[in-house]
């Protein structure tokens, strides 16, 4: 059974840093297409960052490029979003989502929602001017 849960997400000021941890069970990070993804208030879920840890390919999103950088544990099977500079735009229900073998995922389609089969429950960010 595959189980994520996301946490490490809170409030700050613009400018400042965060950084949210997605706990994996039931799924190989090395083997999977892992990503994090967010949804602010009226807004469509947009893809954030996603990686094929096997395969070191990794997509991030324009508007993070720079900003955000996703690593992880293996030994505690952890997957982390490091997030530096924040904005208001930030401002959102942060998700980890994941396809187990997902190579071709994170390959052809790393930021679409529809794609993937593992949902966190989500940590919210809130950053203030």
């Known amino acids: 059974q595959v189980q994520l849960a996301e946490s490490g997400g809170g409030s700050v000021q613009a400018g400042g840093s965060l950084r949210l941890s997605c706990t994996a069970s039931g799924v190989t990070l090395r083997t999977s297409c892992m990503a994090w993804f967010r949804q602010a208030p009226g807004n469509e879920r947009e893809g954030v960052v996603a990686?094929?840890?096997?395969?070191?390919?990794?997509t991030y999103a324009d508007s993070v490029k720079g900003r955000f950088t996703i690593s992880q544990d293996y030994i505690k099977n952890i997957l982390y979003l490091s997030m530096n500079n924040l904005k208001p735009e930030d401002t959102a229900m942060y998700y980890c989502a994941t396809v187990p073998y997902g190579y071709n995922v994170c390959s052809v389609q790393p930021l679409t929602v529809a794609a993937y089969d593992h949902w966190g429950q989500g940590t919210q960010v809130t950053v203030s001017s």
């Open positions: 990686v094929y840890l096997g395969g070191g390919s990794t």
